[in-house]
């Protein structure tokens, strides 16, 4: 019998029509957000939600992302509040999510929260992704579209290395421009927001908008939203961090002016480095050799840069 394949659309209508009847048929769907490609599928069918995690081999008990048009749709799922809508206002659509308590009737699937009564949602900024999710009218649950642990999508090509033959479909629309996974807030009744996930957006720019200081995410045994578990994110390849230089058989990835295989970014901007961030791991992961990571700076999103290398860095199971 023949291997199934992948189809490789593009953002046309038509293909983001076709992607939606995919979906709606209970298919999986990978799509490109401003973060990292996400592998979708109907958050309230669970059949569908349950092929997530058969092809990414995640852990039933690590909860997904929902992604919705707007705050309006948003509003559909949660049990809103104030905070939320100031979050909202500022950041969406763009690279947050928030944790909120589900609504009464809300219809998703209990695969997509590992049980808990809170939903991570969020609304993408990328213009395929807003396509897709108005062609297809519902709640995408969509994890980033690689086998579970590994290195984040941020090509079409980083897709179908993880996942050809494993999923229906996915749309093409060229590399992410974030590079990283949305920054996850949980925003509980009382309005007491929590850093879960430092992400796309910098932890300083949150708490500037809300004049509180955000406890700073802790990796957990047990995740009470996606991105939690200690290790994550990483390559086949062993990673040392804080590198100043490589040692005997390492490739080095460097930050700066430096001398290194490949460069985050040559001029220290950390906002370029996220963009290259899980390309260039992909790229250094090929190679088979040991990866050594130079120092990237604790502030803005080299905090979330750096959150992703502890965990590719993290022992293994």
């Known amino acids: 019998m023949p291997k199934p394949q992948t189809r490789v659309l593009d953002a046309s209508p038509a293909d983001l029509a076709r992607a ?3 979906l709606a048929d209970g298919q999986l769907v990978a799509f490109p957000t401003e973060t990292v490609y996400g592998l979708g599928a109907d958050a309230r069918n669970g059949a569908a939600v349950a092929a997530i995690y058969a092809a990414k081999g995640r852990p039933a008990f690590n909860p997904l992302i929902v ?16 905070t939320a809508t100031r979050l909202a206002d500022a950041f969406w659509p ?9 609504r009464e009737g809300h219809g998703i699937s209990p695969l997509v929260t590992a049980g808990l009564d809170t939903l991570a949602i969020r609304v993408p900024a990328h213009r395929a992704a807003q396509g897709l999710l108005r062609a297809f009218d519902g ?11 590994r290195i984040s999508p941020t090509t079409a090509a980083h897709v179908l290395a993880g996942l050809e033959g494993r999923i229906a479909a996915v749309i093409d629309d060229g590399p992410c421009t974030v ?8 925003v509980d009744v009382d309005d007491a927001p929590r850093l879960l996930r430092a992400g796309g957006i910098a932890a300083e720019k949150i708490e500037a908008l809300l004049g ?7 990796p957990v045994a047990t995740p009470s939203a996606p991105g ?7 390559p086949d390849a062993p990673v040392r961090l804080n590198a100043t230089a490589a040692q005997p058989g390492e490739v080095l990835l460097g930050f700066g002016d430096m001398d290194c295989d490949l460069n985050l970014s040559p001029r220290a901007d950390l906002s370029e480095a996220a963009a290259n961030l899980f390309g260039h791991l992909h790229a250094l992961d090929a190679t088979g050799r040991p990866i050594a990571i130079a120092p990237i700076p604790e502030r803005g999103l080299g905090r979330a840069i750096n959150d992703r290398l502890r965990r590719a860095a993290a022992p293994r199971d």
Do not use: F, K, M
């Open 212 to 218: 509180r200081s955000l406890a700073p995410a802790q």
């Open 20 to 22: 939606a009847d995919l």
């Open 67 to 82: 992604h919705v048009e707007d705050a309006e749709a948003a509003r559909r799922y949660v049990r809103w509040t104030d």
């Open 139 to 149: 709640p995408l649950a969509a994890p980033s579209a690689n086998p579970s642990g």
């Open 179 to 186: 590079g990283v996974e949305s920054t996850i807030l949980a």
């Open 94 to 102: 763009g690279p947050l999510t928030l944790v909120l308590p589900l």
């Open 228 to 234: 939690q578990l200690a290790s994550h994110y990483a």
